[in-house]
């Protein structure tokens, strides 16, 4: 404000600490959150849905690509839509991101407490949970080199957790533990439920966007990094459902957070020191993913108050740390209201609303920059464009459609809190530009 040059993150991350923060901002949904889906349909409805939420991320992740490399804002979504379809679109894309990156760091910071709790009884998970939300926003106002070193080593050691369990289970997989009769036992119907819960495989990847500003010639090391871990994901995405649903019924799986144990445990025994290796690594898969979307919730905040759309101080980064502390703190008191709420299954389908929403916006912004800026500079051009953008924007709304049709309550939630932020946002900007210099 008053002409002072806007607050700019520090570029140090390289393209191994961006396929970091891409895979750790969703890794943690192999691990818990993607089996409530079996209440919805079966294992082989399950793993169709999977199928058709890849194709849709793909092409996704291409157009996500080409915008987080024209456009490296901290804002992502939020700045493409501004650009393309002006601020009322950007400010409405703004909230459906927050959406999406607030509801989803408490869903797993309450897994994490869950996990910690059946490890150490006496902690209860909403108490370690908001323990764990403590520490990381800590980590992440000490700075952003630190937290992309702790990111990177959560998702290496998740990663490696996945290929043992996948390498110990897979030679006891069933088809017709898959193949299941009827294929489809609810129908459409329960397809288009399951695919808010296929998507928490791969929900947040977008986030990696929020970090273009931290990245060091992001033409470059921002594309390698989407796209490396891209493929990482799908990868690991398939060979987790498979081995897992191949191994034992929907009914034992839906029980709780912790599926990938259960089938480890009924391959090898329950205190074989391979099924504790899953518990207690496991946490690194949780904590890669909340670690990232959190981060990606404070550079959301951060971008949005930078343009004068939330509260100016949220908008400043420390003068030493050159972190955006303030952003974090307000992130992490939002997270921390959420986990009181309890309900992990709802705050799931909230982010993926949220998320879809978002997603077709800024997939639209693809579309309009193409044809309007045409003059851009563009370091990656997504490929098959326009076919790939339009077929991914019909995945998209064809899932929106069905998670509101089959959660309108929580779509009906969801509405109303991207409008309440939209409007927040455009008082706060109309109020703050009729303010005295």
């Given at each position: 404000?008053?002409?002072?040059?806007?607050?700019?993150?520090?570029?140090?991350?390289?393209?191994?600490?961006?396929?970091?923060?891409?895979?750790?901002?969703?890794?943690?949904?192999?691990?818990?959150?993607?089996?409530?889906?079996?209440?919805?349909?079966?294992?082989?409805?399950?793993?169709?849905?999977?199928?058709?939420?890849?194709?849709?991320?793909?092409?996704?992740?291409?157009?996500?690509?080409?915008?987080?490399?024209?456009?490296?804002?901290?804002?992502?979504?939020?700045?493409?839509?501004?650009?393309?379809?002006?601020?009322?679109?950007?400010?409405?894309?703004?909230?459906?991101?927050?959406?999406?990156?607030?509801?989803?760091?408490?869903?797993?910071?309450?897994?994490?407490?869950?996990?910690?709790?059946?490890?150490?009884?006496?902690?209860?998970?909403?108490?370690?949970?908001i323990g764990v939300l403590v520490l990381f926003a800590a980590v992440h106002a000490?700075?952003?080199?630190?937290?992309?070193?702790?990111?990177?080593?959560?998702?290496?050691?998740?990663?490696?957790?996945?290929?043992?369990?996948?390498?110990?289970?897979?030679?006891?997989?069933?088809?017709?533990?898959?193949?299941?009769?009827?294929?489809?036992?609810?129908?459409?119907?329960?397809?288009?439920?399951?695919?808010?819960?296929?998507?928490?495989?791969?929900?947040?990847?977008?986030?990696?966007?929020?970090?273009?500003?931290?990245?060091?010639?992001?033409?470059?090391?921002?594309?390698?990094?989407?796209?490396?871990?891209?493929?990482?994901?799908?990868?690991?995405?398939?060979?987790?459902?498979?081995?897992?649903?191949?191994?034992?019924?929907?009914?034992?799986?839906?029980?709780?957070?912790?599926?990938?144990?259960?089938?480890?445990?009924?391959?090898?025994?329950?205190?074989?020191?391979?099924?504790?290796?899953m518990v207690y690594l496991g946490l690194f898969g949780l904590i890669a993913s909340?670690?990232?979307?959190?981060?990606?919730?404070?550079?959301?905040?951060?971008?949005?108050?930078?343009?004068?759309?939330?509260?100016?101080?949220?908008?400043?980064?420390?003068?030493?740390?050159?972190?955006?502390?303030?952003?974090?703190?307000?992130?992490?008191?939002?997270?921390?209201?959420?986990?009181?709420?309890?309900?992990?299954?709802?705050?799931?389908?909230?982010?993926?609303?949220?998320?879809?929403?978002?997603?077709?916006?800024?997939?639209?912004?693809?579309?309009?920059?193409?044809?309007?800026?045409?003059?851009?500079?563009?370091?990656?051009?997504?490929?098959?464009?326009?076919?790939?953008?339009?077929?991914?924007?019909?995945?998209?709304?064809?899932?929106?459609?069905?998670?509101?049709?089959?959660?309108?309550?929580?779509?009906?939630?969801?509405?109303?809190?991207?409008?309440?932020?939209?409007?927040?946002?455009?008082?706060?900007?109309?109020?703050?530009?009729?303010?005295?210099?």
């Amino acid at each position: 404000m008053n002409g002072a040059k806007p607050a700019e993150l520090p570029r140090v991350l390289g393209t191994f600490d961006l396929w970091g923060v891409a895979v750790g901002l969703v890794i943690s949904g192999d691990y818990f959150g993607w089996n409530y889906g079996l209440n919805a349909t079966s294992a082989f409805g399950l793993l169709l849905a999977l199928a058709i939420v890849s194709v849709m991320y793909i092409t996704m992740v291409f157009g996500f690509t080409e915008l987080s490399t024209s456009i490296p804002n901290a804002g992502g979504p939020y700045a493409y839509a501004e650009a393309a379809l002006g601020p009322w679109f950007g400010v409405l894309t703004g909230a459906a991101t927050l959406v999406e990156f607030l509801f989803a760091p408490p869903a797993i910071a309450f897994a994490i407490g869950s996990y910690l709790h059946l490890r150490i009884p006496s902690i209860e998970p909403k108490a370690g949970a908001i323990g764990v939300l403590v520490l990381f926003a800590a980590v992440h106002a000490w700075g952003i080199r630190l937290s992309a070193t702790i990111e990177l080593v959560a998702t290496l050691l998740a990663v490696l957790e996945l290929i043992v369990f996948c390498g110990v289970t897979a030679p006891h997989v069933k088809m017709s533990m898959i193949l299941t009769k009827p294929l489809l036992p609810n129908g459409l119907s329960g397809l288009a439920g399951a695919f808010p819960f296929a998507i928490w495989f791969y929900l947040g990847l977008e986030g990696l966007a929020m970090s273009a500003e931290e990245a060091k010639d992001p033409g470059k090391t921002l594309k390698r990094g989407y796209l490396y871990g891209l493929v990482t994901l799908v990868v690991l995405a398939f060979a987790t459902l498979i081995c897992t649903v191949g191994i034992l019924p929907s009914s034992e799986l839906i029980k709780d957070d912790s599926p990938l144990p259960k089938a480890l445990a009924q391959v090898t025994r329950p205190d074989h020191w391979l099924t504790h290796m899953m518990v207690y690594l496991g946490l690194f898969g949780l904590i890669a993913s909340f670690h990232g979307i959190l981060l990606g919730a404070s550079r959301q905040v951060f971008a949005l108050a930078r343009a004068g759309y939330l509260p100016h101080p949220f908008g400043k980064l420390h003068p030493t740390r050159k972190t955006p502390i303030l952003a974090t703190v307000a992130a992490a008191s939002v997270g921390a209201i959420v986990i009181q709420w309890g309900k992990t299954e709802q705050a799931i389908t909230l982010s993926v609303i949220g998320a879809l929403l978002m997603y077709a916006l800024a997939l639209v912004s693809l579309v309009v920059l193409r044809k309007r800026k045409p003059e851009m500079t563009r370091p990656f051009r997504a490929p098959f464009h326009p076919w790939s953008t339009w077929l991914s924007i019909a995945l998209v709304v064809v899932m929106l459609v069905g998670s509101v049709m089959r959660n309108s309550h929580i779509a009906g939630l969801a509405a109303a809190m991207v409008l309440a932020l939209s409007s927040i946002c455009l008082g706060w900007k109309n109020i703050s530009q009729r303010a005295p210099p």
